[in-house]
């Protein structure tokens, strides 16, 4: 029987400079400058996941969420490993502040695992797992990666990113809980890594904006209005993600989630 935690090993067709387009999610600049946020953060991120949960293996008594752990660190990293690749045509647009930005994601990662606690990184992965949880099974609702002027390479990427996601779902959680259950902790911790996360795509969005006014027109000017509806959402995911009665264990998976769970598993280079 298969695990409901299967690594898959793929290859996604990467997206050469030429092609790349700043709206390539729905024609729709906000949601693709979200996409390309998301993308360069999870290269930073999921390297950390996976070390946070590696460093604290051994402190796990349960045999089943030892294995799910596991089997977790190993699909974030292969989320990275894809998304490393993706960003190259990104990256190649030179767009200005772009690469020092990142380059202080890399820093602020580094930092928190040479000198922060097991708890506040297990904390910091569990307020982050709480947050994209929501938002993936949003993207499956909304179907916004079947939209047909969303770029086929974009919406495979992040239809089987956001999938696993919503496999795993549960188990940030359950390691939270299994070694710390401190609610306020984990309350702070959803502010800490979900401001981290809204902080950098924020930066991004500006960046790319400016840029891309400048190229291709007022089309990809954020106005106010978008960004306060924006921010309001966020808002909203967090709030949900703090309250006392959270749990992942509740959400009910989108239809269509598990034909997309096997398209992958059938067209994977192995699955494990």
């Known amino acids: ?13 990467s997206m050469p400079a030429e092609e790349f387009k700043p709206d390539c999610v729905a024609a729709n600049p906000v949601l693709s400058y979200t996409c390309w946020g998301v993308s360069m953060y999870v290269t930073f991120l999921e390297p950390f996941i996976v070390k946070s949960m590696h460093r604290i293996m051994d402190d796990i008594k349960d045999d089943d969420l030892r294995e799910n752990v596991d089997r977790f660190a190993r699909q974030e990293a292969q989320h990275y490993q894809q998304h490393q690749r993706f960003n190259e045509a ?4 030179g767009y200005p502040g772009l690469n020092e930005r990142y380059e202080i994601l890399r820093q602020d990662f580094d930092r928190m695992l040479e000198e922060e606690s097991d708890k506040y990184c297990v904390g ?3 307020g982050f797992e709480s947050y994209t949880t929501q938002g993936a099974i949003a993207v499956f609702k909304t179907g916004i990666m079947n939209h047909p002027e969303t770029d086929p390479r974009v919406a495979d990427l992040f239809n089987w990113h956001l999938m696993e996601e919503i496999e795993h779902r549960t188990v940030a959680f359950d390691i939270y809980d299994h070694l710390y259950g401190d609610y306020l902790y984990r309350v702070k911790m959803c502010l800490i890594a979900q401001g981290h996360i809204t902080r950098f795509i924020m930066d991004c969005t500006r960046i ?5 006014v400048e190229r291709f027109g007022k089309k990809y000017q954020i106005s106010l209005p978008v960004r306060m509806f924006n921010q309001i959402g966020r808002v909203i995911l967090t709030t949900r993600s703090c309250l006392p009665w959270y749990t992942p264990h509740r959400y009910v998976v989108p239809e269509g989630v598990e034909s997309v769970s096997k398209h992958y598993s059938d067209i994977a280079q192995s699955v494990s």
Do not use: G, N
Not at 2 to 13: A, G, K
Not at 208 to 212: R, T
């Open 1 to 13: 029987m298969t695990h409901p935690i299967p690594v898959r090993r793929l290859l996604f067709e």
């Open 90 to 93: 990104l990256f190649a647009q």
């Open 124 to 126: 910091f992965v569990e």
């Open 208 to 212: 790319m904006s400016a840029y891309d």
